[in-house]
DNA sequence: TCCTTTAAGGTAATCGGTTTCATACGCGTC
DNA sequence: GACGCGTATGAAACCGATTACCTTAAAGGA
């Protein structure tokens, strides 16, 4: 029993396959007699035309492609979220792809997309990719790329990310402004763009208020595992450091469980701030204070930027960047 | 610059089509040295063949479409994690929709899978729905549907749930056994039947152990808007609960902060426990008990299910369902 | 020498629509 | 009655690949 065809269509009705077409599209060629019986009877058997032959004609697919690292990620999911809304908006399909933060799984999710033949790409890097051939390659068959996130520094195509410069500052300057002194630094690896600008917005914000820049109090800490490890050396130094400032809010709130069991009082002696503003903020003991990334917005616009350059409405020339503003939340984890 | 065809290797070697499409397939019929001189040429060239067209020829596309109510969430983001993962595995594509727990919204994704003509539907059905036809539709159109996790009770076909009655008993049955007598339970709408199993899972329990099943211990509570409200009254109650088991991790670990702030001490005064063993369960204080669902392994279970039905591997006869075991992993909100 | 076989490749139909370019008919007009 | 025009429809090409069915030429056998 295969689906009706617009050609069944025309047999049953003695006409030809073209009329059929023109009458179900209300073209005012076709009478409005044939054109009612046509779309009667296309309505009664349920007929649905075959996208796949339409997107073969017309050499365009509706459907775009998202490649993200993680998705049992609060800020990731935010980010699908937002897509996927912004798509839905557009009539645009999602295509969805998981590296697992694995190079070679992003590779072949990329290869995956191009013979799905997407007209763009969105895509945010996995923490283990080195090369960038892949990406380019997206580039070199004309899809669209649209980084978001986890840029890729070694291509040059349109992205959005969130200002984490200014987000590590504007939170590095309030620890400073409660009185902390020894603000340590829980950071990701250093080639993700996004930990480099937070530790620079970190030491900028200490540089400006003439406090010291330390080695040992800025440690590549980004999972739950290390942040067993590094945090209890940290507490440990002499003097031990009075703040925590996160790379996500789950290092955040393992941290806070960790000075507490450490005989630290959170914020009295140390104050913990995280980074992406999730639920687990509302959950910790004290609150956490966190910096929002606005995922859900990030998402719609890189969604949007892509959809308008697909669709040619993206007039500026060159490579846009957009910037996503963040905005600290104080709860009760900092003083 | 569109990209290359297979008719353009054919003209620029001086062949016919066919005769490239089968040296493509390295076909025994066409001499080694024509072979070897097109699919030279085509890598030169970065031929790939269009995807469209050979879907359109067999009628078959290897896309899956997944539907979830939401995925800023928890278990529903394992579970499409572990959804993905097996669909890769198997060489299938996803296209995801999110219905936002809006009914109109999921009608319109049923469109949209069907329109984009996958071989199969993963759903999970959105609380605000009440009626099926869409997803009788799905079945009309013989396009193979798996429910997971919320499935649709009016429609006959496959599922994969969680052993939810199970999880509330043993968890209330933990529960007692540490000594609880009035055991609150926070739930969700009846309609969903996760929500009904749980509670007829707390209800048997209690009956179990002779104690009184009273109504006001039980109310919707499934989100942090309604736990505002609802705990607090409970607390109140004289005399109050002494534990409470709750329809997600949200909710539980709400239900400890406002327990708290209430002067109750938790787990002294009330045990509470959750439902989901997401991460929130590691980062509240005290760290929350709660029913792990295993969600990345409902999503392998699902795919693999959907896609053995899809390749016709499924040999059972009428519908298949499948039960995902919990498992209470208690940590320091019970006694 | 003639016929058969086989290697190597070409022709054309097909998938399900869309679209360009005819065609057929009726009616009014000079 | 020849011409023009509008209306309603059909025929066929096309999108890109696959495949059933031919064609051709050379080799091999009797």
Redesign the pocket.
């Known amino acids: 029993m295969?689906?009706?065809?617009?050609?069944?269509i025309?047999k049953a009705l003695?006409?030809?396959?073209?009329?059929?077409?023109?009458?179900?599209?209300d073209?005012?060629?076709?009478?409005?007699?044939?054109?009612e019986r046509v779309q009667a009877y296309a309505a009664k058997h349920k007929?649905?035309?075959?996208t796949?032959?339409?997107q073969?004609?017309?050499?365009r697919v509706n459907t775009i492609g998202v490649i993200v690292p993680e998705i049992v990620h609060y800020f990731f999911s935010t980010v699908l979220a937002g897509i996927q809304d912004e798509a839905e908006k557009k009539n645009y399909n999602l295509l969805f792809c998981l590296s697992n933060e694995d190079y070679e799984r992003e590779v072949k999710s990329v290869e995956t997309l191009l013979d799905a033949r997407v007209c763009g790409i969105l895509a945010s890097q996995s923490k283990s990719t080195r090369t960038f051939d892949h990406f380019q390659e997206i580039i070199d068959n004309k899809v669209h790329l649209v980084f978001f996130d986890r840029i890729c520094t070694g291509i040059n195509t349109d992205k959005v990310v969130v200002d984490d410069y200014a987000g590590a500052f504007n939170a590095v300057e309030y620890l400073i402004s409660t009185g902390c002194k020894r603000i340590a630094f829980l950071g990701a690896t250093p080639w993700l763009p996004i930990a480099n600008n937070r530790r620079m917005g970190y030491e900028d914000a200490l540089r400006k208020h003439r406090l010291p820049v330390e080695k040992e109090l800025s440690q590549v800490c980004d999972t739950v595992d290390l942040a067993k490890v590094v945090i209890p050396q940290m507490l440990a130094l002499d003097p031990p450091p009075d703040a925590f400032f996160c790379i996500n809010d789950e290092v955040a709130a393992y941290c806070i469980q960790i000075a507490k069991s450490n005989g630290f009082n959170v914020p009295e002696d140390v104050s913990v701030c995280g980074f992406t503003n999730s639920y687990l903020t509302e959950v910790t003991y004290p609150k956490l204070t966190s910096v929002d990334q606005h995922g859900y917005r990030m998402g719609e616009v890189a969604a949007r930027l892509l959809i308008n350059r697909i669709e040619g409405r993206e007039t500026k020339p060159g490579i846009v960047s957009r910037l996503i503003k963040t905005k600290l939340v104080v709860r009760e984890s900092t003083k």
């Open positions: 295969k689906p009706i065809t617009l050609k069944d025309a003695d006409l030809s396959p073209s009329t059929v077409s023109r009458a179900m599209k073209n005012p060629a076709i009478s409005l007699q044939t054109r007929y649905k035309p075959n796949l032959a339409m073969l004609r017309t050499n």
